[in-house]
């Protein structure tokens, strides 16, 4: 028998494993999904460009992580990078026409997966398991706030 918060655990490794599996022709897997969604719900009127550094803050990935999925994008012609003309360290990703193309695809097949989940489960339960999904990242997010305020003071329980 697992105590509670353990079940949550299993449970949350469980649905962790479910990774959406996108049709072989598109070519790409979730972490460029993520990347490349970014790109194209991009903030500078309606162009499909991001700074790297919104990438790496918005989707909270490692540098290295961006860094390589930006590698993997680009190798298939889905992105392009430019460089800031007045400051070097600053890298725009763009999408290609193709990457345009994928990225609607996807979101497309995406969305089907989810009509599907949601006519399966309920819309009552699908609203309940949203309510609840936010409601627990809320209360993680408090806990990891409280932990670091925690950490600064010099508590040693953080």
Do not use: C, Y
């Amino acid at each position: 028998m697992f105590s509670l918060p353990e079940e949550l655990i299993r449970a949350a490794m469980r649905f962790k494993k479910h990774e959406i599996p996108f049709p072989p022709g598109l070519n790409i897997r979730r972490g460029e999904f993520f990347v490349l969604s970014r790109i194209g719900s991009s903030p500078f009127g309606g162009e499909d460009r991001v700074w790297v550094s919104e990438i790496q803050s918005k989707l909270d990935f490692s540098k290295p992580a961006v860094s390589q999925i930006l590698s993997g994008l680009e190798s298939k012609g889905l992105i392009v990078r430019e460089t800031d003309k007045r400051d070097r360290r600053k890298v725009m990703v763009v999408l290609t026409p193709q990457g345009r193309a994928i990225l609607q695809a996807a979101k497309e097949h995406v969305h089907r997966m989810m009509e599907e989940a949601v006519a399966r489960f309920g819309e009552e339960d699908s609203r309940k398991l949203i309510e609840l999904i936010n409601k627990l990242s809320d209360v993680t997010d408090e806990i990891m706030r409280e932990n670091a305020e925690k950490a600064l003071e010099g508590d040693p329980r953080s």
